[in-house]
Nanobody, 126 residues
């Protein structure tokens, strides 16, 4: 059974950093595409970043490029999202999602991932 558990969210001041974790079970992060999405009330879901299962290629939204870094640890079977220079508009619930389809990362922001975690809240505020 595929399970995803996010952690690492919290309250941070503008300009600060957070590192989110997505602990996976029931599959290997080396063989599934894993992505981070975020959502705020009244706003649609936004794809933030994705890492492919095969070669570990990484993909970012325009808002994440240059500030966020996605990575994975095979031994811990965990995917991370390092977020630097956080802005108030980054405030959202962040979810990780996984899917075995190797083509999903190419259009990850619009793809329907098979499995989702419960989310972790990130709040950027003074």
């Amino acid at each position: 059974q595929v399970q995803l558990v996010e952690s690492g969210g919290g309250l941070v001041q503008p300009g600060g950093s957070l590192k989110l974790s997505c602990a996976a079970s029931g599959f290997s992060v080396a063989s599934y595409a894993v992505a981070w999405f975020r959502q705020t009330p009244g706003k649609g879901r936004e794809g933030v970043s994705c890492i492919s299962g095969d070669y570990g290629n990484t993909y970012y939204s325009d808002s994440a490029k240059g500030r966020f870094t996605i990575s994975r640890d095979h031994a811990r079977n965990t995917v991370y999202l390092q977020m630097n220079n956080l802005k108030p508009e980054d405030t959202a619930m962040y979810y990780c999602a996984a899917d075995p389809d190797p083509l999903l990362p190419l259009q990850f922001a619009h793809a329907n991932f098979a499995s989702w975690g419960q989310g972790t809240q990130v709040t950027v505020s003074w």
